[in-house]
């Protein structure tokens, strides 16, 4: 079974899938933030579409490690797609934290090194950070 991750934000989620096999991360999409129940709709679409059985969410923190008003944001999220999950039948999913600190900054440098111009860059921010938050998930599951 694949893992999705979340980059949750404001105004967008960023999302990345694993490969079949759980060793690479791929970013998938980043989906305009319209309202939790059909933001929350989405990213169950996209469990279902590939599989997955594990749900990473960053989870956004100061640089000490403390929460911030972000992170409450993100919790309330959590706690919205878990609700989803259990009514939908779903709740052999599992939901699981990821910290996330550095990642947008982390993928704004990978950007910058593949030479996306700035307005590119802005669109797929979000989603290279899934791939980030993924993908040191999936360096450290095993370990």
């Known amino acids: 079974m694949r893992i999705l991750a979340l980059d949750v934000g404001d105004k967008t989620i960023g999302v990345a899938v694993s490969d079949p096999l759980n060793m690479f991360a791929q970013g998938i999409t980043t989906i305009e933030r319209i309202g939790i129940k059909k933001?929350?709709?989405?990213?169950?679409?996209?469990?279902?579409?590939?599989?997955?059985?594990?749900?990473?969410?960053?989870?956004?923190?100061?640089?000490?490690?403390?929460?911030?008003i972000q992170t409450e944001k993100v919790r309330e999220f959590r706690k919205k797609i878990e609700n989803k999950l259990t009514s939908t039948g779903m709740s052999n999913i599992k939901v699981k934290w990821h910290d996330?600190?550095?990642?947008?900054?982390?993928?704004?440098?990978?950007?910058?090194?593949?030479?996306?111009?700035?307005?590119?860059?802005?669109?797929?921010?979000?989603?290279?950070?899934?791939?980030?938050?993924?993908?040191s998930y999936l360096d450290t599951a095993g370990k």
């Open 39 to 68: 933001d929350t709709t989405k990213v169950i679409d996209y469990l279902k579409e590939y599989d997955c059985d594990t749900l990473v969410i960053g989870l956004p923190t100061n640089l000490k490690g403390e929460d911030t």
């Open 100 to 135: 996330e600190r550095f990642t947008t900054s982390i993928a704004e440098s990978v950007l910058i090194q593949a030479d996306v111009s700035r307005s590119k860059r802005k669109e797929v921010i979000d989603k290279q950070a899934a791939v980030i938050i993924l993908q």
